[in-house]
């Protein structure tokens, strides 16, 4: 199922869709071509509420809590996507991050998760299923789900 739905950008009839397999969880969100500037498959982004339903936003500072959700699919034009807010799936990580740590996204990374460490903090999103030893990388990782804080760095 997840393959289909990461392949199809859908109508505006559909914002805020959800779609749910197993314990895998996707969301149907709006991204305006601009904020971020570009979304690669596995990236981590914010999902916002407005008046027309959910919202893909650049993650910034912040100590509300807020859903993190990782792209299903490279997006280049403005339109509504899928994002993954749960479950096993592929996040895009930068530098050292080791198998079994938690993942967080931070402003300073905006566009990649980080290494959060061993220990599951207020920003951990995710925790790798696979290791990185530095650099750009699509990981296996468990999406945990839950709202997260996004610190600076």
């Given at each position: 199922?997840?393959?289909?739905l990461?392949?199809?950008?859908i109508?505006?009839?559909?914002?805020?869709?959800?779609?749910?397999?197993?314990?895998?969880k996707?969301?149907?969100?709006?991204?305006?071509?601009?904020?971020?500037?570009?979304i690669?498959?596995?990236?981590?982004?914010?999902?916002?509420?407005?008046?027309?339903?959910?919202?893909?936003?650049?993650?910034?500072?912040?100590?509300?809590?807020?859903?993190?959700?990782?792209?299903?699919?490279?997006a280049?034009?403005?339109?509504?996507?899928?994002?993954?807010?749960r479950g096993?799936?592929?996040?895009?990580?930068?530098?050292?991050?080791?198998q079994?740590?938690f993942?967080?996204?931070?402003?300073a990374?905006?566009?990649?998760?980080?290494s959060?460490?061993?220990?599951r903090?207020?920003?951990s999103?995710?925790?790798?299923?696979?290791?990185?030893?530095?650099?750009?990388?699509?990981?296996?990782?468990?999406?945990?789900?839950?709202?997260?804080?996004?610190?600076?760095?």
């Amino acid at each position: 199922m997840r393959t289909i739905l990461a392949r199809h950008k859908i109508g505006a009839s559909r914002p805020g869709m959800e779609a749910i397999s197993g314990d895998t969880k996707m969301i149907c969100a709006y991204w305006n071509g601009t904020a971020p500037a570009s979304i690669v498959a596995g990236q981590p982004v914010v999902i916002a509420y407005g008046q027309n339903g959910p919202q893909v936003a650049t993650p910034a500072t912040s100590s509300v809590y807020q859903t993190v959700a990782v792209a299903l699919d490279n997006a280049t034009t403005a339109g509504y996507y899928w994002f993954q807010t749960r479950g096993i799936g592929r996040v895009l990580v930068n530098g050292a991050v080791n198998q079994g740590a938690f993942v967080k996204v931070t402003n300073a990374s905006a566009t990649k998760g980080v290494s959060d460490g061993a220990s599951r903090t207020a920003n951990s999103f995710a925790v790798a299923r696979e290791a990185n030893s530095s650099g750009e990388k699509l990981i296996s990782a468990y999406i945990i789900g839950d709202r997260v804080t996004i610190p600076a760095s």
